[in-house]
């Protein structure tokens, strides 16, 4: 199994989200997170002292799946996430050892 | 002079700016993206400061300048022979001007819920400066300035037809030619802070008492009955709107229950100088579910992004209380009776036709405005800074900070 | 009628309506988890609806009416009988009408605090309606309706009694019969903020201006002391009970400084119209020396789930209050003197005797009334509920949302 | 006594307790760290507390007591006295002790801004209580207690000298003092919460009626004419800065609107009582367009960290409006006209005399206290808790949780 | 080493780390995510317009452990997090090449 | 390459991004999460009622680098995060199989 980490710009985690579920996948975690990278973030201007904001808000989505779907996950991700603009993000892919389902105790797989 | 009038007048003022800033705007801010929360409240606040000066300029002119039936002229732009020593009624004109001023502000305000999240920002300030002088003041002037419709005996205490008519017409026309948000209407975002907007609907409740129980412009019966059903109304609408939720979903929510409020706010407003407690209830009430139903017509039906509802619940229920005022005010139903020689039926035929002027005046000049304002100035952002908000596009803020 | 009296009263209804909405439900509301913020809000604005229309209906008549020692009976009920120009002492009797609905309104608002993070909405309205009309409309016609309590000559200027000690203890016996929240005492979750709180409290200090001193029902030499020693009485509160919090934590807490104004003002109610600014000061550092004890004792040493201390601010500030006005009433002590007759003893005995009837009185009917409702309504939450928090269960939205 | 006049006082006093809390509050604590958002609300809150026994302890004394052109005296400590029936010109005595209390309580509260994120607690309630009590009273005595400012024809309506300069120059000589927040100017973090700040900037702006118009101490045709010269004044202030920050980031923000609102507040606030409408226009431009250098000025040019930007807001628009007073004030300019005697030269050079002396005296007895406190309390927090924020160090507290 | 990945119900959060410190592991850290899956979200509904929530609130737990305390952690935080309910969560376990403590520059094992 | 998960202090965020532009890394993903160890949570207290405080916040920095400047990268993340105070945080690296560029599809190296 693999664990994927996908970077994504906030407004398309819906998109991605039904991308995946067009391949099976029908789980994941996503959180909110600041990217740092050729993108650059807008300064912000309060009473004429400005702040550089060196970060911009993305989203991470975690998700686990079988090995043999990995390559059809990140295209479905990639496909979903691209706005072919600077700042679209990264995905990248980890080994997952091992997964289980809190609930009732499956294992590998199944646990997804 | 009369000092208590003074008094109770100065208050109100202080209560109806209370209600725009910061009543409305967070009122509306805590309903959209928490992308877009600061552009609401300066768009709210902009319009405050703008529009005071155009009121001083020419607006208050045009609206209680003397001159003829139509407008008032410029005669007191600028307060020009308005000197601390005139009076109006029995306080200070300056109070007068002062107390207008806050509705002056508080009608182009009330618009802003129909265009944010996707709007420019210079566009709204343009827009809400010209609109006062050319679409509010004048109307002012007909109905309380002792203009044609006040001639004809058109019933509208505190502005149900001046306030909710014209900004709720003027809001659907806008919303229209603006176009709806993006992914309107499934897949725009939830409000963002529906305790923001309460807080703001408390702030509008309690403001109210200036606006209706202050629009006796003295501290007497009149406006001890205005405060009275002008409360009873708000309290009816908020349970009336959250019955029809309940009723569709087994669930009364806080964004729907203030906003039924606002809907008996509106609705009253007109009558709160005519209708006794009872015509109060009716008013609430009515104003409460037929706005309810009204909102769901624009978005769902006619796939309208008024965004906030400024038409269904306002521009609704400004008109609704308008005409109910017709029959509320006699005598028969609690009210202070009919004016010499008018019937329900004449009275009901004089305050529709009011609204349908208005209402069109305000539609088309809006139409006509905004048409011509596109050509200089941006009108809708494009879409990348719609996405990211625009919050940080246009004013160079963010709402919220954590990191 | 006077105009003065009328303007001053117009102002303080607005006040005290502001008190509730929105001071009192943020200073609730700042309280709890963030996944009941709404649900807090939302029952304070329920309450603040239903009630109006329940005081309209009946509560007014109950509390005001003509009748007998007892109660007022019903003859006002929709304010029958009172027109535009009624009077009531100096002011039109809508007004005051309307600025004892204010009073109506918040006391059972004050109980909301008993009972969060677990309760069903439903019960709220139902019983706040209820008890409003069975409860509290009694007391006050008792009190300040001409009843038997005022025969006895109890003083309690703007509600010790009425509606805190009313409050007080109806809210402690709502809060044993409905069982601590899930994890008290050790594993409940802090105030999600803070901030709101203190915003809550500071329109809370700004409105109990219009509750004191609106009591004297005239802007006269009495409205002016009464809001003297108010807000000597808050201030002294706030500073009493920060340094309980300094001798024992060496910090001085926000929510706690704000808890102890609010424990000063309660103490100062009853008293606001009968002492003078040194007895002022003495109530409200008694007042937040006390409140302080008593919240550490309910919670820790009897393990009763107060969740937000009505009891021990309100209850025991008001009762307090109104036993202490019998001593500072006395000229001797800065007040303005005791009634014909009276000695501080027989005053003192007064007071007490108001105080328990008072309080057996709220506490029994709070008890059948709760009994009673729930065999038709649900009383709480079911556990998964509680845990994922009322607002999106009972109202079906969120109070932030992030992504 | 009049009730017309005590019926807009009891409403002023309301109003100006109002901007302090919780007004002033949010508007500072929304441009602070979310770290530190609890201790500035609890910087204005306990100063009002605080400042409220001191200033009936000494601090009314000292500034309305009879006594000589220097100082009142401590004849009216505690208000021995002044009784339920003393009257202080139409109102009674007690209130125009509270209206001047609440003037007493944001003077201080305005310092907050000046030290924000790095003052320790108690060094701000001991210093705040003396401040008032030197600083503060003499300076009221001098110009609205009949002292030597008055009588040598110092216009100062509602406060410019009063409470902005002192405020303003103590302000700065305390950040100086203090030193700069860590990071100081490149990487202290941005404001974190600019909503906040413009719901307090909207209730200074309502408050500032009161504060202003309550000026009059009557509901008459000065308090018209001064909440008039206020409103538009606020609102040129706004558009001035906006417009500034267009020019040079061509965006407008909301931070800056309502920190030029305030500007304008300050500049008109001497000038309130003797000028007309256009001169409140002039005076609000001018404010908002100087204050806005001045801000850039300290902070980037001269590398003072008066966080809040205290001295190039209040001290500068309250000179600055003082200064134009003497202009505006004359007929010619739709002032009220200069005092028998006087040309528009001898004025400012009265108005300036005024302030300098009182900047002198503010600044250096500022120092004084500030370097006696420093011997027996924490000026300053260590590094940890500068980087950790206040809230959790000094309160115990957090201002938002989450988890 | 092995790096855990679990996402738990957010009430949870007290008992798992309390589980974990059962079988002493003193270090976590926690995170709040928003999880799609089998659990469904409420919809919320503001004017009657209804919007469909897809991620429900969860907590992400992150901990090091040493490969022989890997069951033991996976067992603790399965019986602490496990409330029989959809949406109890998922346990994920990654491979952790090396680890360092910061302050003392301790690596491996004695950095957790 | 090498996926780097780092635990520091939030004030120490920009010395962090700093340092690694240093060593030549000019991407990374930011997160707010709350840490659990061997420092202790302050307690709060409203109304006399203690609350222990077990999580404090700290800063998640996750960066995907080439196997050849790993332990640079660590170094310098040590080195920006270092108070020599308890609770600095720690450094994890993980084995980081693939990386794709959203916007480009390029992989591997090129699509850090
Ligand atoms: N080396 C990295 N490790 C982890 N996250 C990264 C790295 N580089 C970039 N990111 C994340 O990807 C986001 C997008 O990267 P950026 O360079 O801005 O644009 P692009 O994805 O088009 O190259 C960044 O905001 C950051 O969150
Ligand atoms: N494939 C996956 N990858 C990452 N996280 C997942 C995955 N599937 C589920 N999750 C996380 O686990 C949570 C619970 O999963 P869910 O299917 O709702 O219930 P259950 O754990 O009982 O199967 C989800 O909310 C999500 O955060
Ligand atoms: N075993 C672990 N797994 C994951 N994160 C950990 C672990 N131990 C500690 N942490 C994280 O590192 C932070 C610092 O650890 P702590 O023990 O407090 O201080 P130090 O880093 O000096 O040892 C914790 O707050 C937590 O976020």
Known sequence: ?112 | MQGADTAWILTSTALVLFMTLPGLALFYAGLVRAQNVLSVLMNCFAIAATVSILWFAVGYSIAFGDGNAWWGGLGKSFLSGVGIDSVSGTIPETLFFMFQMTFAIITPALIVGAYPERIHFSFVVAFSVIWVAIVYAPVVHWVWGGGFLAEMGLLDFAGGVVVHVTAGISALVLAMMLGPRRGFPNEVQPPHSPGLTMIGAAMLWVGWFGFNAGSALAADAAAGMAMTVTHISAAAGAIAWSVMELIRYRKASLVGAVTGMVAGLATITPASGSVGPVGGLVLGIAGGVVCYMITQAVKQRFRIDDSLDVFAVHGVGGALGTLLTAFFVSAALGGNGLAEGMTMGSQLGVQALGIVIVAVWSGVLTAIIATVLKMFLTFRVDEETEVQGLDLSLHGERGYHNM
Request: no cysteine.
């Open chain 1, 1 to 112: 199994m693999k664990f994927i980490v996908a970077i994504i710009k906030p407004h398309k985690l819906d998109d991605v989200r039904e991308a995946l579920a067009g391949v099976g996948i029908e789980g994941m975690t996503a959180s909110e997170v600041k990217g740092y990278g050729r993108q650059k973030g807008q300064t912000e201007i309060y009473r004429g002292a400005e702040y550089q904001v060196n970060f911009v808000p993305k989203v991470k989505i975690e998700v686990a799946v079988d090995d043999d779907v990995v390559d059809n996950v990140v295209d479905a991700i990639r496909n979903a996430a691209n706005t072919e603009k600077i700042g679209d993000g990264k995905i990248f892919v980890l080994d997952l050892q091992s997964a289980v389902r809190v609930r009732t105790g499956e294992t590998g797989s199944d646990a997804l």
